[in-house]
């Protein structure tokens, strides 16, 4: 059964930081390009940040480019965004999807509140 579950999310200050994780199984996570999406209140879903299957390319959204680093270790089948200078309008639930071409997976997501 393949499982991705999102964790780290929380209520942060702006200018905080946090780490979400996203631990799978169930499928070979090292086969796998991993991204991290958010959808924030009222707003469609979007791409956040991707890494390739052995880490060697990685993109960025625009919005957190140099706030935030996605990195993943595959003998743990995890992948981890670290976020840091978060602001308000990063609040959203942030999801992870596994993807390979033809196949799809996602998580359920983990809220991150941004608020003082």
């Known amino acids: 059964q393949v499982q991705l579950v999102e964790s780290g999310g929380g209520l942060v200050q702006p200018g905080g930081s946090l780490r979400l994780s996203c631990t799978t199984s169930g499928f070979t996570f090292s086969l796998y390009a991993m991204i991290w999406y958010r959808q924030r209140p009222g707003k469609e879903r979007e791409w956040v940040a991707g890494?390739?299957?052995?880490?060697?390319?990685?993109r960025y959204a625009d919005f957190v480019k140099d706030r935030s680093t996605i990195f993943r270790d595959n003998g743990k089948s995890t992948v981890y965004l670290q976020m840091n200078s978060l602001k308000p309008e990063d609040t959203a639930v942030y999801y992870c999807r596994a993807y390979k071409v033809g196949v799809s997976y996602w998580g359920q997501g983990t809220q991150v509140t941004v608020s003082s």
């Open positions: 890494i390739s299957s052995d880490s060697g390319t990685t």
